[in-house]
């Protein structure tokens, strides 16, 4: 081993000895670091579930792995649907470069509608999203939606499936028509007259439905032929793709193509604002709850660095007196604080695994938390950018906390320590 | 080799000036065992910190090996103690989690000493074996005896091989058969080694030991 490793592996193990001597600081900062550590990654373990947990019901449900669109900023949301088309819509050359990337996919078009209110003869408020989709290619995808009334009719090009959230708040019958007011390629808004050949909801997720004022799934599926006809849109022309597969890498090359094209990719949890909303909350939640551990590890490690450094300020001095220069000394000590801050860390982690063992089976936070989670339960789980945010805060707390007690050490007077230590 | 030049030094104990040293001019000359002798309070410790570098002198000139040590800075300093100097202090000082072996090798880790490892080892073995210390070479200072820590103190203030070694009480907290032993090592190792010791004591007995004697009294060197 070269000289100079050999002196710092003899330094770091000086270091290793100097931290064995303070047993009750060590345990209090210990605590506070295991604290510290499981709020960050349960709390980014939370926001993480709540994001695959949405992704993976919204993927099953309607808006696909992942979803490419030419419609910009909220207009994307699902809930809240666009009344006019985007343009430009997408088109067979980009098709081309989603085939060479091998990506499988498929078209759809969507449209915000407002329902005509035909015993009324006025057009209702809520708007509704009408989505053309290839029902007999797409249902096979999504496996969680069943049918409660009716039957898919790929016979009849102006044949309708509708939400059962929307069929109970309008009351609309299997067999009825129904008038949705639309707006054309040319922006004139038209009405168009649809059959009602079935009534779709979730097969999971269904206390989901009616949470809010608004419908969370406001869809009514029209074939996609016939909506691009009524539109009056070409033959190939789409407004989104739903993206179902593709190898690995797929999907920073579709996100480096949206940037490009002036579109948007986003998966399920980022087409519905009040779910992107939710999502953000429990990170923003996770963000302050992190803030405020650190703020106690701070808090902590400068008060106990601050006594242990005192504690040891005849040695420290005896090491100036021996040739020690202070940024030798405060070298020694900051290992120290590094060296206790990845142990501490390294066993935070072994707990929260044992955490995660624990509730392997999953948690359910109560139903009130169902909407934040998409009904599902909880899985704790080590999520690697979290723990990687989490080891860097926490070791640079520890070294920002300690950075006043350890330039102390590097102002110490061995004379005048020496004098203290004989009184 | 080692030139105090009219050094003076005070103190300040609230607003009290306590002058510690007034006007000290002293010659030693290398292989010397100096004593320095005086009560308590004369001046004793300040001298052997200024000559250290531990210390500044508020006036007056300090030469050791032709090199003015009170004109180097904080760093300079630290490479002048890790080169030149030896320290051994009244009350050991000894690293409490560091075994004998591992406090004696610890000044070379702080001055970075450029030789192996091999080179390292003889060296801490042949002083561990000079001060009589080979059964207790992995004990730490808490196993030890007071006469044991201060051979210890002893094999660590050697190991660089300094110039001078400084001695401030080394036998205060001994028992008086201990402390002759630890003055009798100190002078054979002063012999073998050829190096400079400068003691300061206020025991009558242990100065039979010195080849120059220096009484200090009231920041003064007297008669």
Not at chain 1, 316 to 343: D, Q
Not at chain 1, 363 to 369: E, N, R, V
Not at chain 2, 80 to 98: C, D, M, W
Not at chain 2, 181 to 199: G, K, S, Y
Request: charged fraction near 20%; charge should be neutral; glycine fraction near 8%.
């Amino acid at each position: 081993m070269a000289p100079v490793r050999k002196e710092i592996v003899k330094t770091l193990k000086l270091a290793v000895r100097n931290i064995g001597r303070h047993p009750v600081k060590n345990m209090l900062v210990g605590l506070v670091i295991l604290l510290a550590a499981n709020v960050f990654l349960l709390t980014g373990s939370l926001a993480e579930n709540a994001r695959q947990n949405w992704r993976a019901f919204l993927a099953a449900t309607f808006v696909g792995n992942g979803n490419l669109t030419a419609y910009q900023g909220k207009e994307k949301d699902f809930s809240l649907p666009a009344l006019t088309l985007p343009a430009p819509l997408l088109s067979p050359p980009i098709y081309a470069k989603l085939e060479e990337l091998g990506v499988y996919y498929t078209k759809r078009l969507k449209i915000g509608a407002i329902v005509y209110n035909e015993e009324k003869g006025e057009l209702a408020g809520t708007p509704v999203t009408l989505v053309g989709v290839d029902w007999p290619v797409e249902e096979k995808h999504l496996n969680n939606l069943q049918l409660v009334a009716g039957e898919v009719r790929p016979d009849l090009a102006a044949g309708v499936l509708v939400w059962e959230e929307l069929a109970t708040y309008y009351q609309w019958r299997v067999g009825e028509e129904l008038t949705l007011f639309v707006k054309d390629i040319d922006g004139n808004t038209l009405p168009f007259t649809f059959i009602i050949t079935g009534v779709l909801k979730n097969k999971t997720g269904e206390a989901l439905a009616g949470t809010g004022s608004f419908p969370l799934f406001p869809f009514v599926f029209a074939s996609y032929e016939y909506l691009g006809l009524l539109l009056g849109l070409e033959e190939d022309a789409a407004t989104d793709l739903a993206i179902w597969g593709g190898p690995p890498a797929a999907e920073t090359a579709l996100k480096r193509l949206a940037r490009r094209h002036g579109l948007q990719f986003f998966h399920g949890e980022q087409g519905f604002e009040v779910i992107w909303g939710i999502i953000e909350f429990i990170y923003f939640i996770g963000v302050f709850l992190e803030l405020f551990i650190l703020v106690v590890l701070i808090v902590t490690s400068f008060n106990l660095n601050l006594i242990g450094f005192a504690e040891r300020r005849k040695e420290i001095g005896t090491m100036y007196a021996l040739g020690a220069k202070p940024r030798w000394i405060a070298g020694l000590l900051l290992a120290e604080l590094v060296i206790f801050a990845v142990t501490a860390f390294g066993c935070s982690l072994l707990v929260y695994f044992l955490l995660s063992l624990v509730t392997s089976h999953g948690l359910t936070l109560g139903s009130g938390l169902g909407l934040a989670f998409a009904g599902a339960k909880i899985h704790l789980q080590l999520v690697p950018a979290t723990a990687g945010v989490a080891f860097l805060a926490i070791v640079g707390t520890m070294l920002v906390s300690s950075s006043y007690p350890v330039y102390l050490t590097t102002k110490i007077n061995p004379v005048a320590v020496f004098k203290e230590a004989e009184r | 080799m080692i030139q105090l030049n009219e050094i003076r030094k005070t103190y300040l104990l609230g607003k009290t000036e306590v002058p510690a040293l007034k006007g000290i001019n002293l010659r030693i000359e290398k292989g010397e065992f100096v004593c320095v002798m005086g009560p308590s309070g004369s001046g004793k410790s300040t001298l052997l910190n200024i000559i250290g570098g531990l210390d500044q002198p508020d006036s007056g000139e300090v030469v050791i090996a032709g090199q003015t040590i009170n004109r180097l800075n904080r760093n300079q300093l630290a490479d002048f103690r890790a080169q030149q100097i030896g320290f051994i202090f009244q009350s050991f000082n000894l690293i409490p989690v560091l075994n004998v072996y591992e406090n004696i090798e610890l000044p070379l880790l702080i001055k970075k000493e450029p030789i192996s490892e091999k080179e390292k080892h003889a060296r801490i073995t042949q002083l561990i074996e000079e001060v009589g210390l080979q059964a207790a070479v992995n004990h730490r200072p808490d196993e030890l005896s007071g006469g044991q820590r201060q051979r210890v103190a002893i094999a660590r203030a050697l190991v660089t091989r300094p110039q001078i070694v400084l001695a401030d009480e080394p036998t205060a907290n001994l028992d008086s058969a201990t402390a002759h032993a630890i003055l009798a090592l100190m002078r054979r190792l002063n012999e073998e080694e050829q190096v400079t010791f400068i003691f300061s004591t206020h025991d009558q007995s242990v100065t039979k030991y010195a080849t120059n004697l220096y009484h200090l009294k009231d920041g003064r060197l007297v008669d």
